[in-house]
T-cell receptor, first 114, second 112 residues
Framework: AQSVTQPDIHITVSEGASLELRCNYS??????LFWYVQSPGQGLQLLLKYFSGDTLVQGIKGFEAEFKRSQSSFNLRKPSVHWSDAAEYFC????????????FGTGTRLQVTL | DTAVSQTPKYLVTQMGNDKSIKCEQN?????MYWYKQDSKKFLKIMFSYNNKELIINETVPNRFSPKSPDKAHLNLHINSLELGDSAVYFC???????????FGPGTRLTVL
């Protein structure tokens, strides 16, 4: 069965500092991996995705993530955080085939201090 | 233009009532989903439909019945609402199975 672990429930960074959110997955084949962001009271917005190819993927809002098969990880990074990045971040693994679904991690809440 | 829309945005109701949540996507996608986000923000899939056919039913109580009148709509009907049904329900769609999913704004259901 597929699963996702986000070890950090809550992270606080200063505005302008770099950010790394951790994500580890379990999946039997080559995974489809996603990072979504949820601002308070809002829906989920896709930041970036990995299907195949280059293991470093660029997303919106200056985010990037690196797929490391050997570590079963797909960590999200941003070199300089803005106060507007404060939100809940979800890593997800997607299955393929007819019965496709996203399995989400428990989320990491990012707080940005000024 | 809203890609995935849900109505209503908020729903407050009494235990035992029956309610429906509607979802529509104008992206031309074949696959639609319902997810439930609990009070701890945990997101879990409930159902998936592909071209109006039920693909995934993730051990959801049969009080929950999805209906897809066409591939642009996936509605969720809930009978005999319970306190534990209080959550945010998200609809999503994707162009094909395994691809990225686009989420609606969510419906916050509160059962009193």
């Amino acid at each position: 069965a597929q699963s996702v672990t986000q070890p950090d429930i809550h992270i606080t960074v200063s505005e302008g500092a770099s950010l790394e959110l951790r994500c580890n997955y379990s999946y039997g084949a080559t995974p489809y991996l996603f990072w979504y962001v949820q601002s308070p009271g809002q829906g989920l917005q896709l930041l970036l995705k990995y299907f195949s190819g280059d293991t470093l993927v660029q997303g919106i809002k200056g985010f990037e993530a690196e797929f490391k098969r050997s570590q079963s990880s797909f960590n999200l990074r941003k070199p300089s955080v803005h106060w507007s990045d404060a939100a809940e971040y979800f890593c997800a693994v997607g299955s393929t085939g007819t019965a496709s679904k996203l399995t989400f991690g428990t989320g990491t809440r990012l707080q940005v201090t000024l | 233009d809203t890609a995935v829309s849900q109505t209503p945005k908020y729903l407050v109701t009494q235990m035992g009532n029956d309610k429906s949540i509607k979802c529509e996507q104008n992206l031309g996608h074949d696959t639609m989903y319902w997810y439930k986000q609990d009070s701890k923000k945990f997101l879990k899939i409930m159902f998936s439909y592909n071209n109006k056919e039920l693909i995934i039913n993730e051990t959801v109580p049969n009080r929950f019945s999805p209906k897809s009148p066409d591939k642009a709509h996936l509605n969720l009907h809930i009978n005999s609402l319970e306190l534990g049904d209080s959550a945010v329900y998200f609809c999503a769609s994707s162009p094909q199975n395994g691809n990225e999913q686009f989420f609606g704004p969510g419906t916050r259901l509160t059962v009193l």
